[in-house]
Each structure stands twice: as structure tokens, then as C-alpha cells.
């Protein structure tokens, strides 16, 4: 295109949308929904993405309030402790403000420090790319992953869509995951733990995340997805023991209406309490 | 007491291939909706729900949903011992997952001993197989699949809600019906069958062994 087409192609343009803004919204402006504040998903999508029913309130509620008061509290001494992270890591301080929930926009930053991301990514350069690659053409597990991707937190934003961003990348870091472990391969309860790192990191950090949740010293949750789950029953019985001993009139109320241990610790033993505590929380 | 009143607690299993609809059929069995969006089941899950029987028995169902994958199968076979009634789930437009159908009736069959559990064949996602014509086990294929091995059979779906009261009702008649033939009987250590609190009147007509019971409980 000449400088000449070009030029009258930007006075086009600039005519056509000094126009639509001459008009105003009526005489059928073409607005797509999502343009406006109207578009229900706006009102229904809460702070952390996830999507519900109904509108949410359009003003918080008192206590809603508070709580967001406190997090930005916390904010300011996350940062802090984030900038000086190496005489705070260890720290009982640390300890006690992690129980009491990661601010929302420090989890991402502060996942990666816990989990030494940085550090393990770089001693393996370039492998998370090898096995993404590999588990394209090979992992048995595929199906399974597959299945379980197009149903994992589709009430958030980011899951929402199929075949999405996200849904892409849920999809590589448990395919790549399955290969890089083959002890594990891929087992059902993973996939919500990769996504929920997805909301936070990114591709790669959330499959060295997920390793090292699975593999480092500190978590070691290999014995709870390896076939036959010995460290789940490990955990259960050892809850069982616990109940006996400090709630023994709850464990018999349980006991006697067939509540069972296995059914109400899996999830929290097996999936770091996702689904079970608020997301506040996490 | 505040729990509600129930003459027997039935429990039963829903087992089937991964994704097939267990949890989505549950979902509108116990909540009367149709679940969108959900999560694979982790494990076990937990339902409950109460019906009445013919003769207007109150049936309390303790329902255990189940992992479809393969691996979850050694936690979830100790939930099979105290089943007495199982739901053999497929999807009705997943040529595979029919098929694997006999392995899982052999899979109950051998952790439900010695009791003899009441099967149902459940074919999930009706809708999508009329809808989209995608449909690729046939109806007949699948009764005859069902009355060979004495199954009841019944195609359903959870998103109109099409036959899903029936599937369970039909299980929990024939549980009731062998009660009153003597052949269920309510045994201590076994929670397949329990008898409610409230109503002692029903309470021990069938720890009596081998003497059915005519009357009924109501």
C-alpha cells in the first residue's frame, strides 16, 4: 500500500469513529455485549474468577468489606516480607501468615518463592518443553486428562471456555506431567491442583509447581497418587487414631452413622483442603 | 431425634467408566437439578435421599458415587461390602463404556459377596443421543444385554430428568420386595440393608431369619 492509500485509509477510519461517537449510542450503535457494563458475567463473576448463578450483591456486605480491609493490610507486609525473603522464608512469622491466607494478588509471587520455582526451572532447562512435546505423541494417559480437563473449574473465568488459554495449558502441564512421572502418570484429583496453580502462574511454573509439590521433601504428595494411595490411607488411619484419642464421642456419633473417614478426608488430605476451605484461604 | 423419619435405609453404589454421568444422575436424583458444569469425582462422593414404596414405605437411599478411573478402584471396593443394590452406569453414546459394563458387574459381584446385590443397567444421555443422533448403543442391545444377566435396564437422562426417579425406584422395589420375601434380611455389621429409628413397630419383624414377612410396615 502506497503512502497515499494510507493515509486516506487512517482519515476513514478516523471519520468512522468520530462518527460513532457524534452519534451516540442510538440510531443501533454496533456494540458487542461484552462492551458494556450490562454483560451479565460482569455481575456474576466473583473476585478470585469464579462464576456464579446469580448476580452477586452490588455492594459488599459489612463483613465483606472488613475482610478486604485486612487483606490490604496484609498486602503491604507481604510485600515486604517478599522483598526480603531470604532471612523470612524460615521464619515462624511466615508460617502464621500463610494459615491465614495469601493476599490474592501476592499468591502467584509468593507460590513461587515457597515452592523454589525459579531454581528448579533453571536446573532444568528446557525439559518442561521436552515433555510436553513427548506426552503429545505418547502419554497413555491423554483420554483420561482430556475428560477431566473439559469438567475442572468450569465455573471459573479462565477454565470457562473449552479449548481456552487456560484449558490449553491445564491440558500441557498434565499431559507433560504424565510423562515426566511415570510412577504417577496421571491420576484424577490432579487436575484441580494443576488448575488452581493456573490461576496464579503460568504454564511452566505451574507444571515445576506442581513437581514440587509432588516430588520436594517438605510435600511429597507422590505417596497419595501413586496406584494404591498408601500415604491417603497412612493419613487416614493416623486421623482416625487422632479422633479416638481427643474426640472419641464425635468419632462414635460419626461411626454410628456411617460416616466414614475415608469419605470426608479425601479431599483435604488428597487435595490440599481444596473445595473445603474458602478460597480465601488458599 | 431430629433426622427424618424412615422405615429402611438401603445403600447403594453407582459404578461405571469415567464421565458416563454417575455424579450428573445423583445430582438430579438428590437435588432435582441438571449439574452444567461439574468436577470428576475425586474418590467417593456421598448422597441421600428418601422415597416412598408402593405400599407408601419410606425408603431412606445412603447413594456413594464413585471414581471412574481405573486406579480408584482400590479405595472405592471397600464401599461395594455394604452395598446391597448397584447401578451399572453408561453412556449411551460411548460404544466403550458399555462394554466395559461386564467387568464392572464382576468387579460388584465379587466384593458384594456373599450378598447378592440388585443390578441396574443405566444408560445415561438420552437427550444427547436423540438430540444429535449420536447415540451408539441401541436400546435393544442393551435390554438384551440386561435380561440375560437378569438386570433391570432403563436409558435415562439428566438434563430433562427422563426415567432418572425410575432407575432408582426400580432398584429400591425389588430391595423392598426381597426384604418381604425373606430374602434380605436386616444382619448386624452389614450396612446394606438398616432399619430406621423412629418406627419400632418395623423394626424386627426381619431379624427373624427366613420368615417372610406379609405384612406390611406402614
Known amino acids: 500500500m502506497n503512502e497515499e492509500d494510507l493515509l486516506r485509509r487512517a482519515t476513514e477510519e478516523r471519520d468512522n469513529i468520530v462518527s460513532r461517537y457524534a452519534r451516540g449510542r442510538e440510531e443501533g450503535a454496533p456494540i ?18 469464579f462464576i456464579h448463578d446469580n448476580r452477586l450483591p452490588q455492594k459488599a456486605d459489612p463483613h465483606e468489606l472488613r475482610l478486604r480491609q485486612v487483606e490490604m493490610e496484609r498486602e503491604k507486609k507481604w510485600l515486604k516480607m517478599l522483598k526480603a525473603w531470604g532471612q523470612m522464608s524460615t521464619t515462624e512469622k511466615l508460617r502464621r501468615r500463610i494459615y491465614k491466607g495469601i493476599p490474592n494478588s501476592l499468591r502467584g509471587q509468593a507460590w513461587s518463592q515457597l515452592l523454589n520455582i525459579k531454581t ?34 468450569r465455573d471459573h473465568i479462565m ?37 488452581l496453580l493456573l490461576m496464579y502462574l503460568n504454564e511452566e511454573d505451574a507444571f515445576w509447581a506442581l513437581s514440587v509439590l509432588v516430588a520436594d ?7 497419595f497418587f501413586i496406584p494404591g494411595f498408601p500415604k491417603l490411607l497412612r493419613y487416614q488411619e493416623h486421623h482416625d487414631k487422632i479422633m479416638n484419642r481427643f474426640l472419641p464421642k464425635l468419632k462414635k456419633h460419626l461411626d454410628k452413622h456411617g460416616v466414614d473417614t475415608g469419605i470426608y478426608t479425601l479431599k483435604w488430605f488428597f487435595q490440599c483442603f481444596l473445595d473445603r476451605v474458602s478460597h480465601l484461604l488458599h | 431425634m431430629v433426622e427424618p423419619i424412615f422405615d429402611y435405609q438401603f445403600r447403594l453404589i453407582l459404578i461405571g467408566d ?51 478411573q481405573e486406579r480408584f478402584r482400590s479405595i472405592t471396593k471397600s464401599y461395594y461390602r455394604n452395598s446391597v443394590g448397584a447401578l451399572l452406569v453408561y453412556d449411551i453414546c460411548n460404544r ?35 438430540s444429535s443422533n449420536r447415540r451408539e448403543v441401541s436400546l435393544e442391545e442393551a435390554r438384551a444385554f440386561a435380561e440375560q444377566n437378569g438386570l433391570h435396564h432403563v436409558e435415562t437422562s439428566a438434563k430433562s430428568g427422563v426415567n432418572v426417579e425410575d432407575a432408582f425406584r426400580l432398584v429400591t422395589q425389588e430391595v423392598y420386595g426381597r426384604i418381604q420375601t425373606g430374602e434380605y ?32 410396615c406402614c
Not at chain 1, 462492551?35 to 463473576?45: K, L, V
Not at chain 1, 521433601?217 to 505417596?223: C, D, E, F, I, P
Not at chain 2, 455389621?189 to 405384612?215: H, V, Y
Open chain 2, 18 to 68: 469415567s464421565t458416563v454421568g454417575k455424579s450428573s444422575l445423583l445430582k438430579y436424583f438428590t437435588d432435582g437439578k441438571f449439574a452444567e458444569l461439574s468436577d470428576p469425582t475425586v474418590g467417593v462422593d456421598f448422597f441421600a435421599r428418601l422415597i416412598e414404596v408402593k405400599d407408601g414405605c419410606r425408603i431412606k437411599l445412603q447413594l456413594w458415587d464413585t471414581a471412574g
Open chain 1, 159 to 195: 477454565f470457562r471456555e473449552r479449548y481456552g488459554l487456560k484449558q490449553q495449558a491445564l491440558f500441557n502441564v498434565l499431559g507433560a506431567y504424565s510423562v515426566y512421572n511415570l510412577d504417577i502418570g496421571y491420576c484424577q484429583g490432579m487436575s484441580q491442583i494443576a488448575a
Open chain 2, 185 to 216: 434380611k436386616v444382619e448386624d455389621g452389614w450396612d446394606g440393608i438398616k432399619t430406621g429409628f423412629q418406627r419400632p413397630g418395623g423394626l424386627d419383624f426381619n431379624l427373624i431369619e427366613a420368615e417372610p414377612a406379609k405384612s406390611t
Open chain 1, 120 to 153: 528448579v526451572k533453571e536446573a532444568q532447562e528446557g525439559k518442561y518443553e521436552e515433555m510436553r512435546q513427548l506426552a503429545w505423541r505418547w502419554s497413555p494417559e491423554i483420554r483420561q486428562i482430556d475428560l477431566d480437563v473439559n469438567r475442572t473449574y
Open chain 1, 217 to 223: 521433601k517438605r510435600y511429597t504428595m507422590h505417596g
Open chain 1, 32 to 49: 458487542d455485549p461484552w462492551e458494556d457494563p450490562g454483560f451479565e458475567i460482569y455481575h456474576a463473576t466473583d473476585r478470585y474468577g
Open chain 2, 96 to 130: 466403550a463404556s458399555f462394554e466395559h459394563i461386564p467387568l464392572w458387574m464382576m468387579e460388584a459381584k465379587r466384593h458384594i459377596e456373599p450378598h447378592r446385590p440388585v443390578f441396574a443397567l443405566v444408560g445415561c444421555k438420552l437427550d444427547l443421543a436423540n
